[in-house]
Nanobody, 124 residues
């Protein structure tokens, strides 16, 4: 599975940005999809995950109510809508995929496929 996540960019605090990630998987719905991020000098951390059907979503506490993960299985694409952005959201954001045979996970080591990462910078 190849994941392509263009986008990202510079936005002011309080602004919004939507990331998208296109997957090459023959059957996109065979995968739970997630977003992780890594800020300079910090470990990669979980942001959000969505199950293969889109029925369930999970978020890290600091983004609940501000970020929304969604997917369009017909377009092989997962999205991350980010609202009310804060400077501490600045990071490289990674799209990930894990077989839906397994339960969703918040651990980066559980994911088999990764996009190249896209930089999101939130200015104060």
């Amino acid at each position: 599975v190849q994941l392509q996540a263009p986008g990202g960019g510079l936005v002011q605090a309080g602004g919004s940005l939507r990331l998208s990630c296109a997957a090459s998987a023959r059957t996109f719905s065979d995968y739970n999809m997630g977003w992780f991020r890594q800020a300079p000098g910090k470990e990669r951390e979980f942001v959000a995950v969505i199950t293969w059907s889109g029925d369930s979503t999970y978020y890290r506490d600091s983004v609940k109510g501000r970020f929304a993960i969604s997917r369009d299985n017909a377009k092989n694409t997962v999205y991350l809508q980010m609202n009310s952005l804060k400077p501490e959201d600045t990071a490289v954001y990674y799209c990930t995929a894990r077989s839906a045979y397994y339960a969703v996970s918040r651990s980066p080591s559980s994911y088999d496929y990764w996009g190249q990462g896209t930089l999101v910078t939130v200015s104060s």
